[in-house]
């Protein structure tokens, strides 16, 4: 399964198209005038949000509470900044997103992989792009949300910009992306 979320920065706020395997699917948006982000996912022509997602105080980290469509709270968090570890737990099942060198993410549910996304190294005008791999019985809405998450707490968020180059990360990763991982289809 293949990803492509396209953000678009306006006035206050952020919007993002997402297709699904080349079909527009999602949208998501966050909510304008907030110090701290809350943004939501939207299936397209669905007005009830599949992941409503709040940023909560954490200094330099990412911790948001993800609400869910029927009303579970997941926790995200950082488990290492200087390293790019995050973590999710969803039931039984704990989600580890993984930041490695450059601009590549991988998602990895109880240790086994199910997906990575990229971010375009230059952005024109509009803002930020990604690509996701996964596999194609992933819970991809919530890898899509992991995505707006660190997309949202850690982007360069200036809306005045024409050209945005982003070198990636240059420093320490807690594992290494595995260049012969693919998805299960």
């Not at 949208?27 to 943004?39: D, V």
């Not at 803002?127 to 919530?142: F, Q, R, T, V, W």
Request: with cysteine; net charge neutral.
């Amino acid at each position: 399964m293949e990803v492509d979320i396209h953000q678009k920065k306006i006035s206050f706020c952020d919007e993002y198209q997402i297709n699904v395997d080349g079909q527009p699917m999602y949208f998501a948006a966050s909510k304008p005038f907030r110090w701290l982000t809350k943004m939501s996912l939207f299936a397209n022509g669905v007005e009830r949000a599949r992941y409503t997602l709040f940023q909560k105080w954490d200094f330099l980290n990412a911790s948001f509470n993800l609400v869910r469509w029927d009303g579970n709270i997941l926790r995200f968090r950082t488990q290492s900044f200087w390293k790019n570890h995050y973590t999710c737990q969803v039931g039984a099942d704990l989600y580890d997103i993984y930041g490695h060198t450059g601009r590549k993410h991988s998602i990895f549910k109880n240790d086994i992989q199910v997906g990575w996304w990229d971010k375009d190294a230059v952005s024109w005008f509009d803002g930020d792009n990604y690509k996701i791999i996964a596999d194609k019985d992933s819970d991809y809405e919530l890898i899509i949300s992991f995505c707006l998450i660190l997309d949202s707490a850690y982007s360069n968020n200036s809306k005045r910009k024409t050209v945005t180059i982003d070198f990636g990360n240059i420093g320490f990763q807690a594992r290494e992306f595995d260049t012969t991982w693919q998805p299960k289809f």
